[in-house]
């Protein structure tokens, strides 16, 4: 397996972006969605990684940078027949590793609330992440948990 820097021209990784932009709009209602669109994993702020098995894309995620020392996970997705296999823990340690590279001291993400989210929500935690208020430009919202990680 491999990570491989912006794949988003790729038809495999579209197709995996628009189920989980799917998932999204069935689990969370319009103003709760902040899952990054195409244009928006292509914005100069964010950096876009895909997980690969030779010609097989296995889940993807991205870094937005939030400041010189602060950075949010963004858009992490695994392919649904690939799930407990350990890929969302992998495509998690790569990223904080980025950030850690970029010396980002606070790693930060937004994720439902809901059940759907329930497993991000203990993968995340497992790896340190613990439950904040809302950073950046979100605000409270009852749809939403807000995470946080001290580098």
């Not at 870094?63 to 296999?85: D, F, V, Y």
């Not at 969302?88 to 590279?101: D, H, N, P, Y």
Request: hydrophobic residues 35%.
């Amino acid at each position: 397996m491999e990570f491989r820097l912006g794949t988003l021209e790729n038809k495999d990784v579209q197709q995996l972006l628009n189920e989980h932009l799917l998932d999204m709009e069935k689990t969370s209602p319009p103003e709760s969605r902040h899952a990054l669109n195409l244009d928006g994993l292509k914005a100069c702020d964010v950096t876009f990684w895909s997980l690969w098995n030779d010609d097989r894309v296995l889940g993807f995620g991205a870094l937005k940078e939030l400041g010189e020392s602060h950075g949010e996970i963004k858009s992490m997705r695994t392919q649904s027949n690939a799930r407990g296999q350990g890929l969302g823990a992998k495509i998690l340690e790569f990223l904080i590793a980025q950030a850690k590279l970029r010396h980002y001291t606070t790693l930060s993400l937004e994720t439902g609330s809901m059940d759907f989210f329930k497993p991000a929500h203990r993968l995340y935690e497992r790896f340190g992440f613990e439950v904040c208020t809302p950073f950046g430009s979100y605000t409270e919202d009852p749809n939403s948990r807000f995470y946080t990680l001290k580098l």
